[in-house]
Structures are given as C-alpha cells and as structure tokens.
C-alpha cells in the first residue's frame, strides 16, 4: 500500500477549509418559540430549493460519552 496524504483526504471529502463542498457559517436565530437559521442565497439557487415541495428532516444525533452534548443534523429531502 502506498502512503496517504491526510490533507488530501480531508480535501476530498470536506473536512477542511480547502473542501471543494462550499460551506458557510450561518447564526442561529432565537424568537419566541423556536430557532431558525438562514440558508444562504447562493447555496439555494445552486441546489435549486423548492419551498413548496422540498423540506428538511432535522436529527438530533445521541453523544457518544456521557457528558457530550448532542449534534443536530439538517438533511435536505426533495419533495
């Protein structure tokens, strides 16, 4: 086996700021009931959103030890 360039890798699969996945920190905003984020323009005309047929189901992800907080997943679903 030849050897592996973890940069590389990280590139190619999007772990890192070089990723060839565009990525973008968005803020959390908090109302009265809820939190909301923002996706940005770009990101929705690229994927071509629809808001009246697309949605997205929302994960909360268990932690793996027992005082980790848990992660939330947003994944995109096409209507």
């Known amino acids: 086996m030849g050897d592996f360039d973890i940069?590389?890798?990280?590139?190619?699969?999007?772990?890192?700021?070089?990723?060839?996945?565009?990525?973008?920190?968005?803020?959390?905003?908090?109302?009265e009931k809820q939190y909301r984020i923002r996706?940005?323009?770009?990101?929705?005309?690229?994927?071509e959103l629809n808001p009246e047929k697309d949605t997205f189901r929302v994960?909360?992800?268990?932690?793996?030890?027992?005082d980790s907080k848990p992660d939330i997943q947003i994944f995109l679903v096409r209507g």
């Open 7 to 31: 940069e590389e890798i990280k590139t190619a699969v999007g772990y890192d700021e070089n990723s060839d996945s565009p990525s973008e920190e968005v803020k959390i905003i908090k109302d």
């Open 39 to 47: 996706i940005p323009k770009k990101f929705a005309d690229i994927a």
């Open 59 to 66: 994960v909360l992800e268990k932690p793996e030890g027992k």
